[in-house]
């Protein structure tokens, strides 16, 4: 698209200069010191930007140039390779000996020097438009419809769960044991050695309030799901009593309220992906709640 189309560079930098040139011919209407020295400094910005805009585009004119000129030699080295292979087989041998012995070798050679050329002209600096799609062009278009960074995108699965521990600490600190069992757990279940019918791992965190508890739940839920909210967070304190608990599993079909969903169901089983599950306040919760809990 870009071969046709001017490169972002150039087309965020002449709407940059486009309105330099608007905000200019306000200033002009303008009479007093501080419009006017303004003015000043904005002519001075504007010449620069203007020959930044005029560099551009002979590069752009001319690595287009360059790359429309190895698509035209491709296609007719494509084109005579056919021609070659129809002659062969209708017994035109000097027509296919020409072909295959001249024309071909030449236009092998001009594409090699075309390619060689073009890569000589963008040594020390990208290239402004390209033949192909490559990984980081997919990278950025997704990048920039859901906001996740490039960089994030294109790392591999291994390499992550390889810097998981860096990564938790990032947002934890001082408990390396805890970030340590909970990157372990990880590890073993997406290597696929850990059981497949129970969680990844079920943790049981100690502590007064602000040592990281919840937050290491948050960061491992950003991790794994790129959204620290892709979590059900339940506050033990409201199932200090035996019945409340059908609020985690639903209640019975013979009961009053039959209809009534466990609390966790929709936000567990919603979007196709397992939840991170966090409870605090363990020590208001009833037996048969620990139990729910745990599996």
């Not at 035209?72 to 020409?98: F, H, P, V, Y």
């Amino acid at each position: 698209m870009e071969i046709d189309s001017a490169p972002v560079e150039i087309d965020e930098l002449r709407r940059y200069v486009d309105r330099l040139k608007l905000e200019e011919l306000a200033l002009k209407k303008e009479k007093d010191a501080a419009s006017k020295e303004r003015l000043a400094t904005l002519r001075e910005d504007l010449a620069t930007q203007q020959v930044k805009l005029g560099e551009l585009q002979v590069r752009w004119e001319r690595e287009r140039a360059s790359l429309n000129r190895v698509g035209d030699l491709k296609t007719k080295l494509d084109a005579a390779r056919i021609d070659a292979e129809r002659a062969q087989r209708e017994g035109n041998l000097e027509k296919a000996s020409r072909l295959l012995y001249a024309e071909i070798p030449a236009l092998e050679r001009e594409v090699i020097e075309a390619e060689q050329s073009e890569d000589a002209d963008s040594d020390g600096e990208g290239r402004m438009v390209g033949d192909q799609v490559t990984e980081q062009d997919i990278a950025g278009v997704i990048a920039a419809w859901t906001g996740i960074p490039v960089g994030r995108l294109l790392q591999g699965e291994s390499e992550k769960l390889l810097h998981l521990e860096a990564e938790l600490g990032k947002r934890l600190i001082g408990q390396k044991d805890a970030v340590t069992a909970v990157a372990d757990a990880v590890r073993r279940s997406r290597a696929g050695i850990s059981d497949p019918g129970r969680p990844t791992g079920s943790f049981l965190f100690l502590g007064p309030t602000g040592v990281g508890k919840t937050e290491l739940a948050k960061a491992l839920a950003a991790f794994l799901f790129d959204d620290e909210h892709a979590m059900v967070r339940i506050d033990m304190s409201e199932y200090g009593e035996k019945h409340s608990v059908s609020r985690l599993v639903g209640a019975p079909s013979r009961g009053t309220s039959a209809t009534s969903r466990a609390v966790s169901s929709p936000r567990l089983c919603g979007g196709g992906r397992t939840a991170s599950c966090c409870s605090t306040r363990w020590r208001k919760r009833t037996q048969k709640s620990s139990t729910c809990c745990c599996k």
